[in-house]
Nanobody, 120 residues
Framework: QVQLVESGGGLVQPGGSLRLSCAAS????????MGWYRQAPGKQRELVAT???????SYADSVKGRFTISRDNTKNTVHLQMNSLKPEDTAVYYC??????????????WGQGTQVTVSS
């Protein structure tokens, strides 16, 4: 059993910053790619950023230059530093991880989500 727990969401004014964190725990052998997705009301869930276990990153065009994804493989954590936030960044943000368990079962796990609201 593996759990992903997000933290760091909240209310911020336009132009402000937030840092999201996600910690994975449980029967983990290895975590391959980790990422952040978001879902705004009435919209589909969309990819925000991903990072591989070797540190290669990719970003949605809408967040390039504003968001930075990072991870600590020793702690099985992933972070999303969000700067210059805009009202359109308002969404529930979900952590995602491609997990290999100690039984060598590989699957994709999701966190419960954390709300980010950008508003004045």
């Amino acid at each position: 059993q593996v759990q992903l727990v997000e933290s760091g969401g909240g209310l911020v004014q336009p132009g402000g910053s937030l840092r999201l964190s996600c910690a994975a725990s449980g029967s983990i052998f290895r975590i391959k790619a980790m990422g952040w997705y978001r879902q705004a009301p009435g919209k589909q869930r969309e990819l925000v950023a991903t990072i591989t276990d070797t540190g290669s990153t990719s970003y949605a065009d809408s967040v390039k230059g504003r968001f930075t994804i990072s991870r600590d493989n020793t702690k099985n954590t992933v972070h999303l530093q969000m700067n210059s936030l805009k009202p359109e960044d308002t969404a529930v943000y979900y952590c995602n991880a491609r997990v290999v368990t100690i039984n060598l079962v590989e699957y994709t796990d999701w966190g419960q989500g954390t709300q980010v609201t950008v508003s004045s």
